[in-house]
């Protein structure tokens, strides 16, 4: 049974960092694309970065640019999500997805194009 489990998340003051992990199995991790996500209160689900299956392709959302990092360890089957420099308007769940055949280069990714999902972690962002 394919399984996505988010951690990492957690409170921490603006200018602070995180590192969420998104912990796959019951697949073949390293032949899918991983994508992170956010959803804060009230508003859509917006991709945040990708990561192709080799991890030599990736793209971020303009907001968070110079300030995230993703990874992957395929032999852990692990993906990573490096935030540094937090804003309260980072706060949101964080989503791990991970699909096959998903083009991870060049353009944020979508939702709508990811069939498998972790349940998501907090993550708040205030002093």
């Known amino acids: 049974q394919l399984q996505l489990v988010e951690s990492g998340g957690g409170l921490v003051q603006p200018g602070g960092s995180l590192r969420l992990s998104c912990a796959a199995s019951?697949?073949?991790?390293?032949?899918?694309?991983i994508g992170w996500f956010r959803q804060a209160p009230g508003k859509e689900r917006e991709g945040v970065s990708c990561?192709?299956?080799?991890?030599?392709?990736?793209d971020y959302a303009d907001s968070v640019k110079g300030r995230f990092t993703i990874s992957r360890d395929n032999a852990k089957s692990t993906v990573y999500l490096q935030m540094n420099n937090l804003k309260p308007e980072d706060a949101a769940v964080y989503y791990c997805a991970a699909d096959q055949g998903i083009d991870c280069s060049g353009r944020v990714p979508r939702p709508a194009e990811y069939e498998y999902w972790g349940q998501g972690t907090q993550v708040t962002v205030s002093s």
């Open positions: 990561i192709s299956i080799s991890g030599d392709s990736t």
């Open positions: 019951g697949f073949a991790f390293y032949y899918y694309t």
